[in-house]
Structure formats: C-alpha cells, structure tokens
C-alpha cells in the first residue's frame, strides 16, 4: 500500500477557514491523504476573533502554529509580517516535509506561504486564484498565481484570467468555492438556528431580531488604509440613520484595521448606538445562517459576493475593495457616502424577491479539490504556454 500524501494547508485569518473548512474535511476523509494544518497570523490572535478556537472545536488536528504578525496595523507592518511568516513556514514546512503545500485567497499573509513553499520546491496550490479587485489583495493573488503549480478557481471568468496569466491549462480547475459548500447546507434552514448574544456575547445593545435585522462587515482598503476611519465614521452614520437592528462585525488584520477599529470605538463613545451590537467572529456556519435570516448586509466584505449570491442576500457593497469581481443581481454598489449608502440599503429593504446565483459553484469543492489533490502528478516547474 503506498504512503498517504501529506497536504499542509496553511490559514492565516479567519475568513481563510471559513473559506476552506469543506477542503479540509474531505482532505481529512480521503484514505490516500493525511491533513497537516498549519494555523498562523491573524488566526491565531483573539483581538480578530481566534479561528483557530473554532478550528480545535470543529475536531481539526492542528500540526503546526506560526505567530508571526508584527503590532501596527500599517504597510510596514503588514511587509513585516510576510517577511516573518517567510521566515517561520519555511522551518515548519522542513519539518513537516509535506507533498503538497495549499494557500488560500488574497490576503497579504499568504504570499509567505507561496514563497515558502516554492523556494523549498515544494509543489503549491492555490484556491481562489484569478480573481479581481482593483487593490493590493490583486497584486498578491496574481502574484501567488505565478508561484503556484496548481490553480483551484472559484468561476468561469478566474479560470480564463489564470490561463491567461500564461498558467498550464492542464492545471487550472474550476472547482468553484468551498464556502459555498457550507452555504449550500445553510440554505436548508430558513430560520435562524441560535441566540448570537447567547453564544458570543459581544458589545453594545441586545435588539429584538425577530421583525428583521442588518449584518455589517466593513475592513479598511490598504491602498486605502489612511481614510479608514473617514470611511467607517460614513457607515456609522449611514446605520444610525437607517435605524434598524443591526449586527456589527470587527475588523480584519489589515492596514488601516487601527483607523477602522478607532473610528467604531470613538463613535460609540460620542452617540448612543441604540441598535447596534458588535461581534468579533462567528462559526462559518453560525455567520452564514445569521446572513441567510438577515434583511441585508452592508460593508465590502467578499462574503457578500460569494456566499451572498449564491443565498441571494440582499447586500450594499461599499467602496472600491472588491471591484471588477464577478457578482450577482444581489448586490448595489455605493460609494464611501452615507447617504449613498441609506439610499441603497431603503431600496433593498423593500424588494421582496431574491436573486440567486451559482457564479461561485453549486457546492462540491470541497470534495473535488481533495480527489485533484491525490490524482496530481508532483511538480514544482511550470510549463510554459506563452
């Protein structure tokens, strides 16, 4: 019988594991593959929601933790932070000796693991390659492209751009998102499953959720991260005026995230947010059946592009984060204008039919990545097609 390949899937946030969980069962169930964790980053800190206590609960076996972010919230730090997750991947993936390394997404965080990985000839794949949006996480997503071996796409129009980035063909899959998988399941249950209060505690006010209620989840831009606070302080006040109950979610790690988390804090200080309560994280499935029950969400969270158009959640998406992004009929674009951002959030409210889409996937990636995984051949050079 010959040995197991050994998978290292690396998660440096809490979306990532959100992004990826499905992955990482089928992975875990494959008897031709062993699962090697490995949790770094933001996803290890409890001041952006700990994933990695979620991922222990959900039963995940964890073979290595890297803690490599540098305090700051700033470009600099956030170069610092790479640099160092260069530095600390780099001794896991010698120890643990992995067949294949898997990175996820866009976030800067995992360009140290593309780097890691291609410098030690370790063969590398990436999910959700090909995508577009106008700010940095672009340039980290085409960049991690180019370093890996293997492409695991979310759309149509991602598979086209990769190939089109000189990538083998033979090697790009569009195997739709993973997250779609766990929406596909939240899609069965038209209720809201929990008490959020109960179960995560949070700040601020407890509104009465059964008449309906608003999620927002807004992260500065880091080509942006200077008018993180000037933006946040719009949509604050853009909530206020609406009036609605409305569930509140912290900030991502990025530049910028100081500004955003400052901005919340000093407004809070300054007005009664009578109807607002802010949560640091959720259980994936928690957030999307939260999403699934609520009137709309509002922020430029890529969960109102993805998983929103496949549930058909009404969402208000904000400024230029995730620009030129394949999308369904469920989302407005506004500018960083409270008004602007009122105005569309009325609108929704008031449309009673929701548009879904299948953009993203039907909900079986999780299951054909682990099947490409084993069937794979090794490889670590590219061949070339331009």
Same mark, same amino acid.
């Given at each position: 019988?010959?040995?197991?390949?050994?998978?290292?899937?690396?998660?440096?946030?809490?979306?990532? $594991?959100?992004?990826?969980?499905?992955?990482?069962?089928?992975? *875990?169930? &494959?008897?031709?593959?062993?699962?090697?964790?490995?949790?770094?980053?933001?996803?290890? =800190?409890?001041?952006?929601?700990?994933?990695?206590?979620?991922?222990?609960?959900?039963?995940?076996?964890?073979?290595?933790?890297?803690?490599?972010?540098?305090?700051?919230?700033? =470009?600099?730090?956030?170069?610092?932070?790479?640099?160092?997750?260069?530095?600390?991947?780099?001794?896991?993936?010698?120890?643990?000796? #992995?067949?294949?390394?898997?990175?996820?997404?866009?976030?800067?965080? +995992?360009?140290?693991?593309?780097?890691?990985?291609?410098?030690?000839?370790?063969?590398?794949? &990436?999910?959700?390659?090909?995508?577009?949006?106008?700010?940095?996480?672009?340039?980290?997503?085409?960049?991690?492209?180019?370093?890996?071996?293997?492409?695991?796409?979310?759309?149509?129009?991602?598979?086209?751009?990769?190939?089109?980035?000189?990538?083998?063909?033979?090697?790009?899959?569009?195997?739709?998102? #993973?997250?779609?998988?766990?929406?596909?399941?939240?899609?069965?249950?038209? *209720?809201? +499953?929990?008490?959020?209060?109960?179960? $995560?505690?949070?700040?601020?006010?407890?509104?009465?959720?059964?008449?309906?209620?608003?999620?927002?989840?807004?992260?500065?831009?880091?080509?942006?991260?200077?008018?993180?606070?000037?933006?946040?302080?719009?949509?604050?006040?853009?909530?206020?005026?609406?009036?609605? #109950?409305?569930?509140?979610?912290?900030?991502?790690?990025?530049?910028?995230?100081?500004? +955003?988390?400052?901005?919340?804090?000093?407004?809070?200080?300054?007005?009664?947010?009578?109807?607002?309560?802010?949560?640091?994280?959720?259980?994936?499935?928690?957030?999307?059946?939260?999403? &699934?029950?609520?009137?709309?969400?509002?922020?430029?969270?890529?969960?109102?592009?993805?998983?929103?158009? $496949?549930?058909?959640?009404?969402?208000?998406?904000?400024?230029?984060?995730?620009?030129?992004?394949?999308?369904?009929?469920?989302?407005?674009?506004?500018?960083?204008?409270?008004?602007?951002?009122?105005?569309?959030?009325?609108?929704?409210?008031?449309?009673?039919?929701?548009?879904?889409?299948?953009?993203?996937?039907?909900?079986?990636?999780?299951?054909?990545?682990?099947?490409?995984?084993?069937?794979?051949?090794?490889?670590?050079?590219? +061949?070339?097609? $331009?």
């Amino acid at each position: 019988m010959s040995a197991k390949r050994k998978i290292a899937v690396v998660i440096t946030a809490r979306p990532s $594991y959100s992004r990826v969980k499905t992955v990482l069962s089928a992975i *875990k169930k &494959h008897p031709q593959l062993e699962l090697q964790l490995i949790v770094a980053a933001s996803a290890l =800190l409890d001041r952006y929601g700990s994933a990695v206590n979620f991922i222990e609960k959900d039963g995940f076996e964890i073979a290595a933790k890297v803690f490599n972010v540098l305090e700051g919230e700033n =470009l600099t730090a956030a170069a610092k932070t790479t640099g160092i997750g260069i530095l600390e991947l780099s001794t896991v993936f010698d120890n643990l000796r #992995p067949d294949i390394v898997v990175t996820v997404a866009d976030r800067f965080e +995992t360009m140290a693991t593309a780097i890691s990985a291609s410098y030690m000839n370790i063969p590398l794949a &990436h999910i959700q390659g090909g995508e577009v949006t106008g700010n940095i996480d672009e340039k980290v997503r085409h960049a991690i492209t180019k370093l890996a071996d293997y492409h695991f796409v979310a759309s149509e129009n991602a598979k086209k751009r990769v190939i089109q980035l000189g990538e083998n063909p033979a090697m790009v899959f569009n195997t739709g998102c #993973p997250s779609i998988d766990i929406a596909q399941e939240v899609a069965k249950n038209s *209720k809201l +499953t929990f008490n959020p209060y109960e179960k $995560y505690g949070g700040v601020g006010s407890q509104p009465n959720l059964n008449n309906g209620y608003i999620v927002v989840m807004q992260h500065p831009v880091t080509n942006e991260y200077q008018d993180s606070r000037k933006h946040i302080e719009a949509t604050l006040r853009a909530i206020q005026k609406i009036n609605k #109950p409305t569930l509140w979610f912290w900030p991502n790690v990025d530049a910028g995230a100081d500004g +955003t988390s400052t901005g919340i804090r000093s407004y809070r200080e300054k007005y009664t947010l009578e109807n607002v309560h802010f949560f640091k994280n959720m259980e994936g499935e928690d957030f999307l059946n939260l999403l &699934h029950n609520s009137r709309c969400l509002i922020g430029n969270s890529s969960v109102g592009i993805r998983e929103c158009t $496949y549930l058909g959640v009404p969402t208000v998406n904000i400024g230029s984060r995730q620009n030129r992004r394949d999308r369904g009929t469920n989302v407005v674009d506004v500018g960083y204008d409270e008004n602007e951002i009122v105005a569309a959030v009325e609108s929704l409210l008031k449309t009673e039919n929701r548009a879904t889409s299948n953009v993203y996937g039907g909900g079986n990636a999780g299951e054909h990545i682990a099947a490409l995984l084993i069937e794979l051949p090794l490889q670590f050079h590219k +061949t070339i097609t $331009y």
